[in-house]
């Protein structure tokens, strides 16, 4: 399941990426937007700052602003920031691999191919979707209504 944390840095970054063009937002005006908890919001916000996806100007006018153009801002990336490991099992992982403390032979393991397969998916999906293309779908579901 996507984590609260992930979900609300995803909503944050496609509220940013459609105020791309207005000055900075300032935290209080996203939380309230995007119905987040504002203490919360304020640490996934400084996560996404320290990777570099946003900017953050201090005093009058300040706020945050995307660092990045919403087409390059992958939901992969983002949700290794916010939750880690994509993989379901830490064998599977290709940026934190472990080894499974019961696993006998990783080689023959049929529970991590199948997981090496659902990663697999997963990242296709991940990789491929950019906030831009959510802030497209949100616009074509708006324009169905």
């Given amino acids: 399941m996507l984590s609260k944390k992930t979900?609300?840095?995803?909503k944050a970054l496609v509220i940013l990426g459609k105020n791309m063009t207005q000055p900075p937002m300032q935290i209080a005006r996203i939380?309230?937007?995007e119905h987040i908890?504002?203490?919360?919001?304020?640490?996934?916000l400084l996560d996404l700052?320290?990777?570099?996806?946003?900017?953050?100007?201090?005093?009058?006018g300040g706020g945050y602003s995307l660092n990045k153009n919403p087409e390059d801002i992958y939901l992969v990336d983002i949700l290794r920031i916010t939750d880690?490991?994509?993989?379901?099992v830490p064998c599977a992982s290709l940026k934190f691999y472990h080894k499974c403390e019961e696993c006998h032979d990783e080689v023959t393991c049929g529970?991590?191919?199948?997981?090496?397969d659902v990663r697999d998916a997963s990242l296709k999906v991940l990789s491929e979707t950019s906030?831009?293309?959510?802030?497209?779908?949100?616009?074509t579901s708006i324009d169905l209504m």
């Fill in 7 to 10: 979900k609300y840095a995803i």
């Fill in 31 to 33: 939380a309230e937007e």
């Fill in 37 to 44: 908890p504002k203490k919360f919001l304020e640490q996934i």
């Fill in 49 to 60: 700052r320290n990777a570099g996806y946003l900017y953050s100007k201090k005093g009058a």
């Fill in 84 to 88: 880690g490991p994509i993989a379901m």
């Fill in 111 to 116: 529970i991590r191919k199948a997981f090496i």
């Fill in 131 to 139: 906030i831009a293309n959510i802030i497209e779908r949100e616009k």
